[in-house]
């Protein structure tokens, strides 16, 4: 067989959507991925696709790489407004994601444009696709969830998730390098830890000032906006019933 990219593509397409796990998704072709929509969220497993190379056997190759994820249409929809361009760019965001790496299979699967190792090299892609999809649909059902076990990168040595996040005496190790999670973060610590909300608003209003200082190009207008966004996102929790838990 000779492997290409749009080859590959109709493949991986023809077989997901056959496989009973999945029958329930559609292919979305602008996220080269399945998506299976809710009233409040969806559920999304997209592809990134490039040229690659397979180093044992010096052969050309396509390599795929997964994300499986998910987004909460709540969470998502109150901060589109304040996003940068087209809304339409944001519309298949993840609220969060993981590569299939974070559970012990591969982070990429290399398919070989020299010899057909397509039937060995997807079965192991549809594995681990049906292992983390399960995970991650089953592991992050509320936006509670999210809040106690979604890690992101937030120290310089680790992941950490939000709950243990607001749990930390020491800030030193704070890093973001993508301003827009900040409202999310926020968002989250709100509804989950309001007794600190206060503290972590003023303390990640500092963190997105060094953000705009590195010259992030679209940093500054939300950094001049930073007051009208969060009186905007409790607008919005407030309105949709959203009530804050009391943690004292």
């Avoid at 998910?70 to 965001?93: C, S, T, V």
């Avoid at 909300?197 to 003023?202: A, D, G, H, L, S």
Wanted: with cysteine; hydrophobic share 40%; net charge negative.
């Amino acid at each position: 067989m000779n492997m290409n990219t749009a080859l590959l593509k109709q493949k991986i397409k023809e077989d997901l959507l056959s496989t009973k796990e999945f029958i329930d998704y559609k292919w979305i072709a602008s996220e080269k991925g399945i998506i299976k929509i809710s009233d409040n969220h969806f559920d999304l497993i997209s592809f990134e696709i490039w040229q690659s190379y397979i180093s044992e056997s010096r052969e050309l190759a396509i390599a795929v790489y997964p994300n499986i994820g998910k987004q909460f249409k709540i969470m998502h929809d109150w901060y589109l407004p304040f996003r940068a361009g087209n809304e339409n760019k944001y519309k298949y965001d993840y609220t969060l994601y993981y590569n299939t790496e974070k559970y012990g299979f591969p982070s990429e699967y290399l398919f070989s444009k020299e010899r057909d190792n397509f039937d060995e090299e997807y079965e192991k892609l549809k594995n681990a696709l049906l292992y983390t999809s399960n995970q991650v649909i089953n592991d992050f059902k509320t936006l509670k969830d999210i809040y106690l076990k979604f890690e992101f990168g937030v120290l310089v040595d680790g992941l950490i998730s939000i709950h243990d996040f607001t749990c930390l005496d020491n800030f030193d190790d704070l890093i973001f390098n993508q301003f827009d999670w900040i409202f999310e973060f926020l968002f989250l610590i709100r509804l989950f830890c309001n007794e600190k909300f206060e503290f972590f608003k003023n303390l990640l209003f500092l963190q997105f000032k060094k953000v705009v200082d590195f010259g992030h190009p679209d940093a500054l207008e939300r950094y001049l906006k930073y007051d009208e966004i969060i009186e905007s996102m409790i607008k919005y929790q407030n309105d949709n019933n959203l009530i804050p838990e009391i943690n004292i």
